[in-house]
């Protein structure tokens, strides 16, 4: 049994969100305010405390048609009431469960028929019975009314309510609670647009809690507060204190489940008890003659005294739980050899107390569901249900206080802990542990597998007042594309994972691009330089397989690209006359084709040069239909050299560059340890007449052995680097993407 399948509807910011599980472990990946904690909330919330759920939780934009419905009362006799709970966060539920788990699932099976496969429960907020919404609304609006005849002040003040989401601020818990349905899974969708399917003819609740005895839910959250200040509730509910926030208060809990001697005493059980007592009665006798003096002196002033006071006595009671309740419990061997040298917890690092106090809690968290060691005889009852046969764990943000490898370390082997039990090793276990996982890390990512990644990306609002976020599912991305596929998770694995965590992605050719191009945009893009950028080193022959993985991503996309143009040439050969192609300085008219793939393929899907070299209609630079990429590529610019001004398009970025910076080119020549590269570009600069004489001149350089990346890093010492520009083509596209992320279009 396992569960395929949440889907997630007018929750905060995720309006319809569809979130496929994958069998072990799945991983929440996106970009700051994109909805992955919206999604971790509504998973506690509808499957762990079944009671939370508030007016702060509703989507914004849903508040609209919700004012809409509540506001058209006065003219109805009877509510649609289904009107208003279709605007109120639900949650569906998609298990896979097979015949002979059938005792697990006998009552959410929908239909005799049932023969296994998928069944459907919808969560959702319905009016309890005997609440009279209605009623209730517009009688507080009467009473507000006949109070404040005149309505709101002037300064705003106005009577509780003004409007009915500040009634349901005080009320929704008093009129709703959390009810559950049977869904038809004959309505499940493998695929396509995210849309609740409607509850089956005279569909009636089971109750708020359709999982319990099937499934298992514990949550390690994002405030584990090993340095905040202040009071939280552990995952089981009770207190903790901030300061108690240790590996200490996660042994505690296992200890009273799982080892405590007074339950249900074993043979080992009672001679450590026994221990316990000797050490009591040894205790007791020091303290009595210790205090004889003092309690002398006590009854010497007159109390306790007389027949009928009780006389004082001092005695110490160990319990077993005492031996581990101290700041001290828990202790650090540092000696590295026999000397036993020890620091409390507190004396070592926030991440290693955080690393090691979250797989303690898996344990437990495992430890609790198989109910080992004592645990067993603590929760068997009449009513008590056996072992669930899914256990769903959350963690958010594991990272807090990791560094890269102890974050990598702890993705691989999180859901292996959470299986380390007889019970659960076997491929054939009854038993199914699923594993979610929130995060910001890339290295928490790149220790994950590609297909278990869902990615939430936000969505410009077009529906509302504010922006909501969608899932991207990375399983089937590339499809039959095998090849593809390979490429693309190989790339992500052997450099980083931040694209699921950007703002943008700018994908660039090479690493001079990838050296200059944070300074250009840090000085003269400020809309760019306070965004999380993530580059994508690529050259042109390969950044065209990124594209399945970025159009599902649909975060802003700069490819900044070579125009790579080239001409047709006959070569004679034994065989005879073959064709081929050679590189060349774009020219028009020169029947001359881009070898670049990312152009032919992708973007703008042109191979003939001329084409390419006019520029876009009203566009910054070509863009796809959903204006959520763009290409930009060496285009004419003009160029003054001397005294002549002509139209050049140049070939790379290295001779843009030039060509735009000729003035930064001579200062970082003059370095001492300035590479030939930079040397002879300052050369030709000196010598060249004419632009067309200078463009020449760098173009069959860089034909030769050329040094870009020490030459990017020549330019990296001129006295100031703000006068380092873009050249035109990279302008035009770094403009549009700053457009993009301030939610135009990029039209000039």
């Known amino acids: 049994m396992k569960i395929a399948r949440i889907e997630i509807f007018n929750f905060r910011k995720l309006r319809r969100a569809r979130l496929d599980m994958s069998d072990k472990q799945t991983l929440l990946v996106g970009a700051n305010n994109s909805g992955k904690t919206s999604a971790m909330k509504a998973l506690r919330k509808f499957l762990k405390d079944r009671d939370g759920v508030d007016t702060r939780d509703v989507t914004a934009s ?6 809409q419905i509540a506001g058209a009362w006065t003219q109805e006799a009877e509510p649609d009431l289904s009107l208003l709970q279709d605007q109120l966060p639900f949650l569906d539920v998609w298990l896979h469960a097979k015949t002979s788990e059938l005792h697990h699932v006998a009552h959410l099976i929908p239909t005799l028929t049932w023969t296994g496969g998928l069944l459907g429960v919808r969560l959702r907020l319905e009016p309890k019975k005997g609440a009279d919404i209605k009623a209730d609304y517009l009688a507080a609006r009467q009473d507000a009314e006949a109070l404040q005849p005149a309505g709101a002040t002037a300064n705003g003040f106005a009577l509780w ?97 799982h080892i405590d001697p007074e339950t249900n005493p074993t043979p080992n059980d009672v001679k450590a008890l026994e221990a316990i007592h000797d050490a009591e009665t040894t205790f007791n006798a020091r303290l009595k003659d210790g205090f004889a003096n003092a309690i002398a002196e006590l009854e010497g002033l007159g109390y306790p005294g007389g027949l009928n006071n009780p006389k004082l006595f001092i005695a110490t009671q160990i319990k077993p739980i005492d031996g581990i309740d101290h700041p001290a419990a828990v202790q650090y061997d540092i000696s590295g050899d026999t000397s036993g040298v020890k620091l409390p917890e507190s004396y070592n690092g926030l991440g290693f107390q955080n690393l090691i106090s979250m797989v303690f809690q898996l344990m437990r968290f495992r430890d609790d569901w198989m109910q080992v060691g004592k645990f067993k005889s603590q929760v068997a009852t009449p009513e008590d249900k056996g072992i669930e046969p899914l256990q769903l764990v959350l963690v958010e943000e594991p ?45 928490i990512a790149h220790a994950a597998v590609f297909e278990e990644l869902r990615y939430f990306k936000r969505e410009l609002p077009s529906h509302g007042v ?83 993985l970025v159009e599902a991503l649909e975060v802003p996309t700069l490819i900044i690209t070579d125009l790579d143009a080239a001409t047709k040439i006959n070569k004679k050969t034994k065989k005879g006359e073959s064709n081929s192609w050679e590189s060349a300085r774009p020219r028009s008219g020169g029947a001359q084709e881009t070898t670049n793939h990312a152009l032919k393929t992708w973007l703008p899907e042109i191979a003939e040069v001329d084409k390419l070299m006019v520029a876009p209609p009203n566009k910054l630079c070509h863009t796809d239909a959903t204006q959520t990429i763009a290409v ?117």
């Open 62 to 67: 849903n508040w609209t048609a919700i004012e």
């Open 161 to 257: 309510p003004r409007d009915f989401r500040e009634f349901l601020d005080k009320r929704l818990k008093d009129l709703f609670e959390l009810n559950s349905h049977l869904l038809d899974p004959a309505s499940y969708t493998a695929s396509g647009a995210v849309a609740p399917p409607p509850l089956p003819p005279l569909s009636e609740g089971i109750g708020p809690n359709p999982f319990a005895g099937l499934l298992h839910i514990r949550e390690i959250n994002a405030q584990r507060g090993f340095a905040d200040a202040g009071d939280g509730k552990g995952d089981d509910g009770e207190l903790v204190h901030a300061a108690s926030r240790k590996i200490a208060s996660q042994i505690e809990p296992y200890f009273r489940k």
């Open 399 to 443: 990272e807090a206080h990791l560094h890269v490898q102890v974050q990598q370390v702890f993705m691989a082997r999180a859901h292996k802990v959470l299986r380390n039990h007889t019970d659960l090793e076997k491929e054939d276990s009854a038993f199914t542990t699923q594993l979610v996982v929130s995060t910001h890390s890339g290295h």
């Open 466 to 548: 504010v922006p909501t976020a969608t899932v991207a599912n990375m399983t089937g991305l590339f499809g039959e594309d095998t090849e593809t596929r390979r490429f693309v998770t190989r790339y992500l694995l052997s450099t980083h994972f931040d694209l699921f965590f950007a703002d943008a992605i700018i994908v660039i050719e090479g690493a001079a691009e990838r050296i200059l191009l944070p300074h250009l945009i840090q000085h003269h893009y400020p809309d760019l330089a306070v965004a999380y950028l993530s580059f994508l080193q690529l050259g042109g022959s390969h950044s065209h397989r990124m594209r399945p």
């Open 632 to 748: 930009s590529y060496q285009t004419p610019q003009e160029v003054t050299q001397g005294t002549q001004t002509q139209t050049i398009t140049p070939s790379t970025f290295e001779d843009a560059l030039v060509l735009t910076n000729p003035k930064a080119v001579e200062d970082a020549a003059k370095a001492d340890l300035a590479c030939l590269m930079t040397r002879d570009f300052c050369k030709y600069i000196a010598d060249a007449s004419t632009p067309e004489e200078l463009a020449t001149a760098l173009f069959d350089r860089l034909a030769k052995k050329p040094e870009k990346a020490a030459f990017a890093l020549d330019l990296l010492y001129i006295e100031d680097i703000k006068v380092l520009r873009a050249p035109p083509y990279i302008d035009a596209g770094l403009t549009w993407l700053a457009s993009r992320l301030k939610g135009g279009e990029g039209a000039i």
